[in-house]
């Protein structure tokens, strides 16, 4: 439910971005946005994982636990923010705005406090918080600002919505939070615990911060090399493929608890398991949104402006790469607990890897004389491949280290997709002035065909038992 409520939220968004603010604001947006979450990852410290543990074995109260890495979250935000506010360059290639737009780095303690107390309440099973912000709060509330803004303030409307979201999804967070855990009577602060934790969790952080970076350098690079305007296209690409990729998290509260408990009684079998079959779940589902959104690329890329069909090629890239990722990231899930310094290692080096080759794909286009939207569909195409490689590495190395097999690929994934393309074909070979036919028809029947064939030839009955296994809350 918390994806479909933020897919149907993001939509409007990206619309109403394209349409009105055009790809020049959009892609100054982008790159502000890119430090202003980066500042805010860093400014948890790997506390986002690191709490759970803390309140699990801390003999204190839970709201003093939790308090401590709020206050520990505040100094480091407010330090990251300072940077930011010191060095607009970071965030703005040209003249930073001068109006509220510039208080954009002082938002970063909203983003870590809403993550941390949205951490604090998924440890006592309160998963409603979490979809009530992310995916209904701050999604709607930066599409209906964006829109109103547009108005009064065109020049800062992007930037000063997305403040606006940030801190209705603090207040959508810290609701809950203090209803939950209460305020922190006769709290004494020990920030020196709670650091010395978020130390030994590094590897954890240092494993989101890659994953974050794998994700977002692609928009950072363009930055340095590319007009706003590319890097606006590219970013509304990127946020359309990136849809997909939210949905392993919808497997989280499945997969989780059972690694967990599987590996406590030395289950090796049982792990393996639930990683092939979740992992053909994530597979089928992006492969199916990956093929919706690539095959009508223009119509789609069209829908949120006409300028923005230059990046019809880097979507289909970028959707690619959310299918070909799905198994590094189930495998993840795993390899955190069974080799987790490995695990950073091989991300960490695919990391340079793919910005490498991101480099070198662009000036390869640029030396042949490519135009700029093919150039910038070079990181697109580096992410893809750098994903590829980084699946069979994970899934191997989990595979040796369960003596088990498990990838979730299956060949009826293929037949499915070819069906789904031929399909797909056939309607946007219709005449341009049809084009809308795409999107109306042509996507419910390139999903309905795919589905058609995996119900009939890749599920079992494991298959569609998978949500009658999610475990229940204990409170």
Not at 196 to 219: F, H, K
Not at 242 to 260: H, N, Y
Not at 386 to 406: D, E, G, Y
């Amino acid at each position: 439910m918390g994806f479909a409520l933020r897919l149907a939220a993001r939509v409007p968004f990206l619309f109403v971005a394209g349409r009105l603010y055009g790809a020049d604001m959009v892609g100054r947006f982008a790159l502000a946005v890119v430090a202003v979450e980066l500042a805010a990852l860093l400014a948890t410290l790997g506390m986002k994982r690191g709490l759970a543990q803390a309140l699990s074995e801390s003999d204190r109260p839970h709201a003093h636990v939790a308090w401590d890495a709020l206050a520990v979250a505040l100094i480091a935000s407010i330090a990251a923010s300072a940077v930011l506010f010191a060095f607009p360059g970071i965030m703005y290639r040209i003249m930073p705005p001068i109006g509220i737009a510039r208080w954009l780095p002082g938002i970063v303690f909203a983003i870590a406090w809403s993550d941390l107390t949205l951490a604090a309440l998924a440890y006592r099973h309160d998963v409603k918080a979490t979809v009530t912000a992310r995916a209904v709060i701050e999604p709607w509330t930066i599409s209906i600002a964006a829109t109103a803004l547009w108005f009064v303030a065109p020049n800062d409307g992007l930037e000063i919505a997305y403040m606006l979201s940030m801190v209705a999804a603090l207040i959508a967070s810290i609701i809950p939070f203090i209803r939950s855990y209460g305020l922190p009577h006769g709290w004494t602060p020990r920030l020196a615990t709670i650091a010395s934790l978020a130390r030994q969790n590094m590897p954890l952080a240092g494993a989101d911060a890659i994953e974050w970076a794998t994700r977002n350098v692609d928009r950072f690079i363009l930055g340095q090399l590319f007009a706003p305007s590319v890097v606006g296209i590219y970013y509304m690409a990127q946020q359309i493929a990136s849809l997909p990729g939210r949905l392993k998290s919808s497997f989280d509260p499945i997969l989780g608890p059972v690694i967990t408990t599987s590996l406590a009684r030395g289950d090796k079998a049982a792990v393996a398991s639930q990683i092939r079959q979740v992992g053909f779940w994530i597979m089928a589902a992006q492969g199916c949104l990956a093929l919706m959104g690539s095959i009508p690329g223009e119509a789609v890329m069209g829908t949120i402006g006409p300028q923005f069909v230059a990046g019809t090629a880097a979507l289909a890239f970028l959707l690619t790469a959310e299918v070909v990722a799905s198994m590094a990231a189930v495998s993840e899930s795993a390899l955190v607990y069974v080799a987790r310094h490995r695990n950073l290692m091989i991300s960490a080096v695919m990391l340079v890897f793919q910005i490498g080759l991101s480099f070198a794909l662009i000036f390869a286009m640029r030396g042949v004389g490519w135009p700029p939207n093919y150039q910038a569909a070079g990181p697109a195409v580096a992410l893809m491949l750098s994903f590829a490689i980084t699946s069979i590495i994970k899934s191997r190395l989990l595979s040796s280290l369960l003596q088990a097999p498990v990838s979730g690929w299956r060949w009826a994934l293929l037949w499915a997709a070819l069906v789904a393309i031929l399909v797909g074909t056939a309607f946007t070979s219709l005449p341009h002035r049809f084009e809308w036919a795409e999107l109306v028809f042509g996507l419910p029947a390139i999903g309905a065909s795919y589905a058609l064939v995996l119900w009939r030839w890749a599920f079992g009955p494991a298959d569609r038992a998978l949500f009658r296994r999610m475990p229940k809350s204990d409170g």
